[in-house]
């Protein structure tokens, strides 16, 4: 029986690769070969190293040679090539054997693919054309030790432990198959997403398969109104990109928008259309389809934001771009940031009360000088705008509290009830001089002598005592004093019996007695003359 060339080619290949590596290196045979022939592992000083590389192995007996003599060119299958960079995270050289020569080449080929073959449209061919350089020969096992360690760090950063190190490999993966094309991706809870911008223009054709109703809603959303829609796989097929045919046959979400930037301004007008407030310009994009685009943007590192939806009216066999739009105040948005030092606070503040007091928010949006459209806008439910107003009083009570205490501390990321009664009462004992507050929960404690409570009652009564107020001013306590506080119909909240026993006591002079209000009652703090804010302490 007559034993075919290609058998012997073979094994000369692999006599031929076996001399041509250390005796001392690791080189393990798979068998049956699953793409790649043989694991090799470095070895150095008898000490092994865990630096592996795996060997898609080639021999031939009429290699040739391109390049002025410098390099050889072998065929091969495109289906490992591709197997090779997508699926293989450890380095996969190359290694041609010359039988006739007896001289073996290498290249690396996940490096040789991503670099060399950049842009071509490789994947659509049975076979690719690998060059592999004569210098690269395999018996420099100097030369080809530093290669393998640069290969094995190129396949780190391919196939990468962080985040943000497997997104970069994924966009020079993506890339390399389209340099037209540069790819953003992105990583959030929901997965990864990727952001394409063509860098010159070019035609691709896109085709969607599915029930004709249904396509025809899904293609309304995607490019009439810009919006994300969700697509079956193999619903989206792309022709005319490499990168696109790839990305399309796994899309599961697809959004065209196009992007318009701005400049939104936000006013307040009177009745008569007269201008009262105006904010700083927002500046931002108009993202959509062909019929709506929307904006949403805000005041920087303010709590007013707006959010504006436009679209086009067909009027007169002319499209006119309309809109509609919404504004609101998220106040954590202030969270961390010194009182004194609130952004855009004053501008906001006069913006709220006129509209308050009854005018209508305009919006005007510009694209390069060009007014695209104006609409007036809603500030929300009645409720929402009643509380947003009186925490704007607070913060202004607040910003006014600052320079007298000598204290600005950051706002918290909630104003609680505690945080404006205490804001309220500080400001009107700084300002006014005093403060009023009624209804139960009111209380006092007096150190009275022993007559004072042997001719204590039950009954109500007003009680008078001088002595220091304590307030929490954002977390910064301020005591001022001395401070006269009346509390009306108060009650005895002690025990009259014990107190009295107490009285009796001759080692007690001073004795503590607790008093609360009613429902009546009502508790007035005075600020006597020569009245001070005390120390301040964080």
Not at 469 to 483: C, H, I, N, S, W
Request: charged share 25%; with cysteine; aromatic share 8%.
């Amino acid at each position: 029986m007559k034993r075919p060339r290609s058998h012997e080619i073979d094994e000369q290949a692999q006599r031929c690769f076996q001399r041509a590596l250390p005796l001392g290196w690791i080189v393990r045979t798979h068998d049956p070969d699953y793409g790649s022939d043989f694991e090799v592992e470095i070895v150095e000083n008898e000490e092994v190293t865990g630096l592996t590389f795996l060997v898609q192995l080639k021999g031939t007996a009429s290699l040739r040679s391109i390049r002025h003599d410098t390099a050889v060119s072998f065929a091969l299958e495109t289906k490992h090539l591709v197997y090779y960079v997508d699926r293989v995270r450890r380095p996969v050289l190359l290694v041609v054997v010359d039988v006739e020569e007896e001289m073996a080449y290498w290249v690396f080929l996940q490096g040789y693919a991503l670099s060399c073959l950049k842009g071509k449209r490789w994947r659509d061919q049975a076979t690719v054309a690998i060059h592999l350089p004569k210098k690269n020969l395999l018996e420099r096992t100097d030369d080809l030790k530093v290669a393998v360690e640069a290969a094995d760090k190129h396949m780190a950063a391919l196939w990468p432990a962080s985040v943000a190190d497997a997104l970069r490999a994924e966009k020079e993966r993506l890339e390399s198959l389209d340099p037209r094309i540069v790819v953003k991706p992105s990583a959030t809870d929901q997965g990864v997403h990727y952001h394409l911008e063509a860098k010159e223009s070019f035609k691709a054709q896109f085709r969607f398969i599915g029930e004709s109703s249904l396509m025809r809603r899904k293609l309304e959303e995607l490019f009439d109104l810009g919006k994300e829609v969700t697509f079956e796989r193999g619903q989206v097929q792309v022709m005319g990109s490499p990168l696109l045919e790839r990305a399309f046959a796994e899309i599961t979400k697809m959004q065209h928008a196009v992007e318009t930037p701005v400049t939104v301004y936000v006013l307040t007008v009177d009745a008569g259309g007269a201008e009262l407030t105006r904010l700083e310009p927002i500046h931002g994009n108009l993202t959509g389809g062909r019929r709506e685009q929307r904006f949403r943007g805000s005041l920087p590192e303010s709590p007013l934001l707006i959010e504006v939806a436009a679209w086009f009216d067909e009027v007169g066999g002319r499209d006119r771009l309309s809109g509609k739009g919404w504004i609101g105040l998220e106040m954590r948005r202030w969270a961390g940031q010194r009182v004194s030092k609130l952004a855009h606070f004053d501008q906001i503040c006069t913006f709220a009360e006129t509209i308050r007091d009854g005018a209508t928010i305009m919006v005007r949006c510009y694209s390069r000088g060009n007014q695209l459209f104006s609409t007036a806008m809603s500030p929300g439910s009645s409720d929402w705008f009643t509380q947003c107003l009186t925490h704007l009083s607070v913060l202004r009570q607040a910003r006014h509290i600052v320079p007298i205490v000598g204290a600005d501390p950051k706002l918290p990321d909630k104003l609680t009830g505690e945080h404006i009664t205490d804001i309220a009462q500080l400001y009107s004992l700084l300002t006014d001089g005093i403060y009023r507050t009624s209804g139960q929960g009111l209380s006092a404690r007096v150190t009275m002598g022993g007559k004072g409570v042997r001719s204590l009652e039950s009954h109500a009564r007003e009680l008078q005592v001088k002595g220091r107020a304590e307030f929490d001013f954002l977390g910064t306590k301020v005591p001022v004093e001395p401070v006269e506080f009346t509390l009306t119909h108060a009650r005895l909240g002690s025990d009259l019996d014990a107190l009295r026993i107490a009285a009796d006591d001759a080692n007690l002079d001073d004795i503590d007695v607790h008093w609360v209000g009613t429902e009546h009652s009502e508790l007035v703090a005075k600020a006597l003359p020569r009245c001070s804010v005390g120390a301040v302490r964080e």
